[in-house]
Protein backbone atom coordinates (compact mmCIF):
# COMPACT_ATOMS: atom_id res chain seq x y z
CA UNK A 1 0.00 0.00 0.00
CA UNK A 2 1.36 3.60 -0.50
CA UNK A 3 2.37 5.79 2.44
CA UNK A 4 2.82 8.59 0.00
CA UNK A 5 0.50 9.97 -2.88
CA UNK A 6 2.30 12.47 -5.25
CA UNK A 7 0.49 15.04 -5.22
CA UNK A 8 1.02 18.59 -8.02
CA UNK A 9 3.76 19.62 -5.69
CA UNK A 10 6.40 16.46 -6.96
CA UNK A 11 5.34 16.15 -10.87
CA UNK A 12 8.47 17.05 -12.60
CA UNK A 13 8.32 19.96 -14.70
CA UNK A 14 9.04 20.02 -18.44
CA UNK A 15 11.68 23.10 -18.68
CA UNK A 16 11.76 22.60 -22.57
CA UNK A 17 8.88 20.97 -24.67
CA UNK A 18 9.86 18.73 -27.54
CA UNK A 19 7.68 20.64 -29.98
CA UNK A 20 8.74 24.89 -31.32
CA UNK A 21 5.90 26.29 -29.47
CA UNK A 22 5.18 29.91 -30.38
CA UNK A 23 5.32 32.70 -27.97
CA UNK A 24 2.58 31.40 -25.06
CA UNK A 25 1.27 35.13 -24.21
CA UNK A 26 0.16 35.31 -27.71
CA UNK A 27 -3.92 35.70 -27.97
CA UNK A 28 -4.03 32.91 -30.49
CA UNK A 29 -2.45 30.28 -28.49
CA UNK A 30 -4.99 27.49 -28.08
CA UNK A 31 -7.47 27.33 -25.39
CA UNK A 32 -6.76 25.06 -22.05
CA UNK A 33 -8.63 21.98 -22.54
CA UNK A 34 -9.47 19.81 -19.35
CA UNK A 35 -9.35 15.68 -19.64
CA UNK A 36 -11.06 13.27 -18.12
CA UNK A 37 -9.21 12.61 -15.03
CA UNK A 38 -6.62 9.84 -14.62
CA UNK A 39 -5.80 8.45 -10.99
CA UNK A 40 -2.65 10.19 -9.57
CA UNK A 41 0.69 8.42 -9.54
CA UNK A 42 1.29 7.77 -6.03
CA UNK A 43 5.35 7.63 -4.75
CA UNK A 44 5.46 3.52 -3.57
CA UNK A 45 7.81 2.41 -1.04
CA UNK A 46 8.42 -0.72 -2.15
CA UNK A 47 11.22 -3.38 -1.62
CA UNK A 48 13.47 -3.02 -4.48
CA UNK A 49 13.79 -5.82 -7.13
CA UNK A 50 16.49 -8.53 -6.25
CA UNK A 51 19.14 -8.67 -9.14
CA UNK A 52 18.51 -12.49 -9.47
CA UNK A 53 14.84 -11.64 -10.33
CA UNK A 54 15.70 -9.14 -13.05
CA UNK A 55 14.84 -9.91 -16.16
CA UNK A 56 18.99 -9.83 -18.37
CA UNK A 57 17.61 -9.04 -21.53
CA UNK A 58 15.49 -5.59 -20.30
CA UNK A 59 17.88 -2.17 -20.29
CA UNK A 60 17.45 -0.09 -17.39
CA UNK A 61 15.28 3.18 -17.22
CA UNK A 62 16.17 6.49 -15.74
CA UNK A 63 13.44 7.01 -12.83
CA UNK A 64 10.97 9.74 -12.69
CA UNK A 65 9.60 11.00 -10.04
CA UNK A 66 6.08 8.85 -10.73
CA UNK A 67 8.67 5.88 -10.04
CA UNK A 68 8.47 3.98 -6.49
CA UNK A 69 11.07 4.82 -3.48
CA UNK A 70 12.54 1.50 -2.31
CA UNK A 71 11.41 1.64 1.56
CA UNK A 72 14.95 0.51 2.51
CA UNK A 73 15.95 4.18 0.98
CA UNK A 74 13.53 6.28 3.12
CA UNK A 75 13.85 7.68 6.63
CA UNK A 76 11.11 8.76 8.83
CA UNK A 77 12.60 11.69 10.51
CA UNK A 78 9.40 12.84 11.99
CA UNK A 79 5.26 11.56 12.68
CA UNK A 80 3.04 13.79 14.37
CA UNK A 81 -0.27 15.23 14.39
CA UNK A 82 -0.40 19.02 15.23
CA UNK A 83 -3.74 21.28 15.78
CA UNK A 84 -3.74 21.42 11.43
CA UNK A 85 -1.96 18.74 10.17
CA UNK A 86 -0.89 15.15 10.23
CA UNK A 87 2.79 15.89 9.93
CA UNK A 88 6.00 13.59 8.34
CA UNK A 89 9.47 14.84 7.58
CA UNK A 90 10.86 11.73 5.42
CA UNK A 91 14.55 11.56 4.27
CA UNK A 92 15.68 9.91 0.98
CA UNK A 93 18.90 8.44 0.90
CA UNK A 94 21.50 9.62 -1.45
CA UNK A 95 21.95 6.72 -2.80
CA UNK A 96 18.32 5.94 -3.83
CA UNK A 97 18.21 5.41 -7.87
CA UNK A 98 15.17 8.41 -7.88
CA UNK A 99 15.13 12.03 -8.44
CA UNK A 100 14.62 12.99 -4.96
CA UNK A 101 17.85 11.02 -4.27
CA UNK A 102 19.01 13.24 -1.03
CA UNK A 103 15.97 15.21 -0.34
CA UNK A 104 14.12 15.98 2.81
CA UNK A 105 9.99 15.97 2.34
CA UNK A 106 7.14 17.93 4.18
CA UNK A 107 4.11 16.05 4.47
CA UNK A 108 0.74 17.09 5.82
CA UNK A 109 -2.13 15.39 5.34
CA UNK A 110 -2.95 12.08 5.35
CA UNK A 111 -2.93 10.82 1.79
CA UNK A 112 0.70 12.09 1.65
CA UNK A 113 0.85 15.30 -0.51
CA UNK A 114 4.45 16.36 -0.68
CA UNK A 115 4.05 20.49 0.63
CA UNK A 116 7.84 21.22 0.78
CA UNK A 117 10.96 19.73 -0.11
CA UNK A 118 15.10 20.72 0.17
CA UNK A 119 18.24 19.57 -0.99
CA UNK A 120 21.56 19.89 0.92
CA UNK A 121 23.37 20.89 -2.04
CA UNK A 122 21.25 22.54 -4.63
CA UNK A 123 17.96 24.89 -4.04
CA UNK A 124 16.61 24.20 -7.53
CA UNK A 125 13.69 21.15 -6.93
CA UNK A 126 13.05 20.70 -10.59
CA UNK A 127 8.94 21.09 -8.86
CA UNK A 128 6.55 23.92 -8.84
CA UNK A 129 8.96 25.57 -6.68
CA UNK A 130 11.16 26.54 -9.44
CA UNK A 131 8.19 27.78 -11.26
CA UNK A 132 7.59 30.01 -8.22
CA UNK A 133 11.65 31.12 -8.52
CA UNK A 134 10.86 32.96 -11.95
CA UNK A 135 8.69 35.40 -10.32
CA UNK A 136 10.15 38.60 -8.95
CA UNK A 137 11.79 39.64 -12.58
CA UNK A 138 8.42 40.95 -13.43
CA UNK A 139 7.46 42.35 -9.96
CA UNK A 140 7.97 46.06 -8.66
CA UNK A 141 10.14 46.85 -6.65
CA UNK A 142 8.95 45.84 -3.21
CA UNK A 143 7.88 42.83 -0.13
CA UNK A 144 6.99 39.53 -1.59
CA UNK A 145 4.28 37.44 0.49
CA UNK A 146 4.05 33.52 0.20
CA UNK A 147 0.92 32.60 1.66
CA UNK A 148 1.18 28.86 2.67
CA UNK A 149 5.04 29.24 3.76
CA UNK A 150 5.58 25.39 4.62
CA UNK A 151 9.00 25.03 5.28
CA UNK A 152 10.17 27.51 2.94
CA UNK A 153 11.33 25.75 -0.38
CA UNK A 154 10.07 28.82 -2.36
CA UNK A 155 11.78 31.00 -0.19
CA UNK A 156 14.91 29.96 0.00
CA UNK A 157 15.23 29.46 -3.86
CA UNK A 158 13.98 33.17 -3.83
CA UNK A 159 16.13 34.83 -1.05
CA UNK A 160 19.60 33.04 -2.78
CA UNK A 161 18.68 34.15 -6.60
CA UNK A 162 17.97 37.59 -6.01
CA UNK A 163 19.87 39.73 -3.87
CA UNK A 164 17.24 42.79 -3.22
CA UNK A 165 14.35 40.26 -2.77
CA UNK A 166 12.64 40.63 0.79
CA UNK A 167 10.15 37.62 1.54
CA UNK A 168 7.30 37.61 4.17
CA UNK A 169 5.19 34.14 5.13
CA UNK A 170 2.24 33.18 6.39
CA UNK A 171 1.98 29.56 7.90
CA UNK A 172 -0.91 29.41 10.29
CA UNK A 173 0.57 26.44 12.16
CA UNK A 174 3.69 26.93 14.24
CA UNK A 175 4.30 23.56 14.14
CA UNK A 176 5.03 23.21 10.47
CA UNK A 177 7.47 26.73 11.01
CA UNK A 178 9.46 24.58 14.20
CA UNK A 179 9.50 21.40 11.89
CA UNK A 180 11.12 23.78 9.18
CA UNK A 181 13.67 25.33 11.49
CA UNK A 182 14.53 21.87 13.18
CA UNK A 183 15.00 19.58 9.77
CA UNK A 184 14.73 21.91 6.45
CA UNK A 185 17.34 24.35 7.50
CA UNK A 186 14.84 27.07 8.13
CA UNK A 187 17.07 28.65 11.18
CA UNK A 188 20.31 29.28 9.16
CA UNK A 189 17.80 30.72 6.25
CA UNK A 190 16.43 33.12 9.23
CA UNK A 191 19.91 33.89 9.89
CA UNK A 192 21.53 34.31 6.41
CA UNK A 193 18.82 36.85 5.77
CA UNK A 194 17.85 38.75 8.79
CA UNK A 195 16.62 41.91 7.31
CA UNK A 196 15.19 39.79 4.03
CA UNK A 197 12.91 37.25 5.47
CA UNK A 198 9.67 37.80 7.67
CA UNK A 199 7.51 34.81 9.12
CA UNK A 200 4.07 35.26 10.41
CA UNK A 201 2.13 32.54 12.06
CA UNK A 202 -1.57 33.38 11.41
CA UNK A 203 -4.21 33.42 9.08
CA UNK A 204 -2.32 34.03 5.50
CA UNK A 205 -5.68 35.83 4.34
CA UNK A 206 -5.00 38.51 6.70
CA UNK A 207 -1.55 39.18 5.30
CA UNK A 208 -0.60 42.94 4.36
CA UNK A 209 1.98 45.57 3.83
CA UNK A 210 1.91 49.26 4.30
CA UNK A 211 2.26 50.25 0.73
CA UNK A 212 1.15 46.93 -0.69
CA UNK A 213 2.94 44.04 -1.45
CA UNK A 214 5.06 44.05 -5.19
CA UNK A 215 3.38 40.32 -5.53
CA UNK A 216 1.88 37.49 -4.05
CA UNK A 217 2.63 33.91 -4.07
CA UNK A 218 -0.46 31.47 -3.20
CA UNK A 219 0.51 28.35 -1.78
CA UNK A 220 -2.67 27.16 0.17
CA UNK A 221 -3.75 23.56 0.87
CA UNK A 222 -5.97 22.31 3.47
CA UNK A 223 -6.48 18.26 4.12
CA UNK A 224 -4.96 17.89 0.67
CA UNK A 225 -6.80 20.41 -1.40
CA UNK A 226 -7.22 23.87 -1.87
CA UNK A 227 -8.48 25.68 0.24
CA UNK A 228 -12.30 26.40 -0.03
CA UNK A 229 -11.66 30.49 0.03
CA UNK A 230 -9.97 30.15 -3.34
CA UNK A 231 -12.96 29.69 -5.21
CA UNK A 232 -14.75 32.47 -3.85
CA UNK A 233 -14.01 35.46 -6.30
CA UNK A 234 -14.00 37.76 -3.31
CA UNK A 235 -11.27 36.57 -2.43
CA UNK A 236 -9.15 37.59 -5.35
CA UNK A 237 -10.74 40.68 -5.06
CA UNK A 238 -9.27 41.27 -1.18
CA UNK A 239 -5.95 39.71 -2.91
CA UNK A 240 -5.61 42.46 -5.24
CA UNK A 241 -6.60 45.02 -2.92
CA UNK A 242 -3.18 43.84 -0.87
CA UNK A 243 -1.04 44.39 -3.69
CA UNK A 244 0.75 47.47 -5.03
CA UNK A 245 0.85 49.54 -8.49
CA UNK A 246 2.37 46.54 -11.32
CA UNK A 247 1.78 43.71 -8.46
CA UNK A 248 0.76 40.51 -9.57
CA UNK A 249 -0.20 37.27 -8.14
CA UNK A 250 1.00 33.61 -8.90
CA UNK A 251 -0.98 31.06 -7.58
CA UNK A 252 -0.28 26.98 -7.09
CA UNK A 253 -4.11 26.02 -8.16
CA UNK A 254 -3.77 22.25 -7.97
CA UNK A 255 -4.89 19.60 -10.66
CA UNK A 256 -6.06 16.04 -10.65
CA UNK A 257 -3.02 14.43 -9.52
CA UNK A 258 -3.93 16.13 -5.97
CA UNK A 259 -5.32 13.66 -3.35
CA UNK A 260 -7.80 15.26 -0.70
CA UNK A 261 -8.95 13.55 2.47
CA UNK A 262 -12.42 13.82 1.37
CA UNK A 263 -12.86 11.12 -1.40
CA UNK A 264 -15.50 13.41 -2.71
CA UNK A 265 -13.07 16.29 -3.85
CA UNK A 266 -11.76 16.22 -6.90
CA UNK A 267 -8.79 17.88 -7.70
CA UNK A 268 -9.02 18.87 -11.29
CA UNK A 269 -12.81 20.23 -10.48
CA UNK A 270 -11.18 22.36 -7.38
CA UNK A 271 -8.67 23.21 -10.12
CA UNK A 272 -10.99 24.78 -12.84
CA UNK A 273 -13.17 26.33 -9.89
CA UNK A 274 -10.49 28.41 -8.85
CA UNK A 275 -9.42 29.20 -11.87
CA UNK A 276 -12.78 30.42 -12.78
CA UNK A 277 -13.29 32.57 -9.54
CA UNK A 278 -10.01 34.44 -10.78
CA UNK A 279 -11.02 34.77 -14.59
CA UNK A 280 -13.90 36.45 -12.77
CA UNK A 281 -11.82 39.35 -11.49
CA UNK A 282 -8.74 39.36 -13.68
CA UNK A 283 -10.64 38.72 -17.01
CA UNK A 284 -7.83 38.21 -19.60
CA UNK A 285 -4.99 38.97 -17.53
CA UNK A 286 -4.81 35.48 -16.09
CA UNK A 287 -2.55 32.98 -17.56
CA UNK A 288 -1.73 29.22 -17.13
CA UNK A 289 1.38 27.06 -16.84
CA UNK A 290 0.23 23.14 -16.86
CA UNK A 291 3.23 20.40 -15.30
CA UNK A 292 3.15 16.85 -15.54
CA UNK A 293 2.31 15.01 -18.78
CA UNK A 294 -1.30 16.22 -19.01
CA UNK A 295 -2.77 19.70 -18.90
CA UNK A 296 -5.02 18.74 -15.74
CA UNK A 297 -2.32 16.86 -13.78
CA UNK A 298 -1.49 20.02 -12.28
CA UNK A 299 -0.64 23.89 -12.98
CA UNK A 300 0.14 27.13 -11.78
CA UNK A 301 -1.74 30.49 -12.65
CA UNK A 302 -0.08 33.96 -13.22
CA UNK A 303 -2.01 37.81 -12.89
CA UNK A 304 -1.33 40.79 -14.69
CA UNK A 305 -0.32 42.57 -17.92
CA UNK A 306 1.67 40.45 -20.51
CA UNK A 307 5.12 40.51 -19.00
CA UNK A 308 7.65 41.53 -21.99
CA UNK A 309 9.10 37.77 -22.05
CA UNK A 310 12.87 38.11 -23.50
CA UNK A 311 13.44 40.81 -20.67
CA UNK A 312 11.57 38.06 -17.98
CA UNK A 313 14.13 35.11 -19.72
CA UNK A 314 17.31 37.23 -19.80
CA UNK A 315 16.80 38.22 -15.94
CA UNK A 316 16.87 33.97 -14.66
CA UNK A 317 19.45 31.88 -14.52
CA UNK A 318 19.46 29.48 -17.58
CA UNK A 319 17.70 26.67 -15.74
CA UNK A 320 14.78 28.49 -15.33
CA UNK A 321 14.41 30.69 -18.40
CA UNK A 322 12.39 27.47 -20.12
CA UNK A 323 9.61 27.95 -17.96
CA UNK A 324 8.92 31.10 -19.55
CA UNK A 325 7.22 30.30 -22.69
CA UNK A 326 5.16 27.53 -20.42
CA UNK A 327 2.31 30.12 -20.22
CA UNK A 328 -0.73 30.19 -22.05
CA UNK A 329 -3.64 32.56 -21.55
CA UNK A 330 -6.65 31.31 -18.99
CA UNK A 331 -9.73 30.89 -21.67
CA UNK A 332 -12.19 29.03 -19.32
Known sequence: ???????????????????????????????????????????????STPKCQQTHHSSPQPRTQDDGIPAEDVKTLAKFKSRYNYIRVLEVS?????????????????????????????????TYFDVFATFPPILPPGPLAILGFGAGTA?????????????HGWEI??????VAREYFGLSKLERQFPDRLVIHIGDAFKASSKDGFAGILVDLFAQ????????????????????????RVMVNVGGSCVEAEDPQKDGKVVMQDTLKAMHQVFGDKLFVLSLGNRQEDSSIALTGDVPDVEAWKKALPPSLAGYVDMWKPFSG
Not at 15 to 27: D, K, T
Request: proline share 14%; with cysteine.
Open 224 to 247: GSLVPELQDPNTWEMLTRCLRKGG
Open 155 to 167: ARSILELYPQGVV
Open 173 to 178: DPTVVA
Open 1 to 47: MSLLQNPLQIRPLIRYPFQNCPNSFQPTTPSLHFRPKTPPKPIHFHP
Open 94 to 126: RRADHPFAGSRLLLLDVPGNIHSISYIFKNLTN
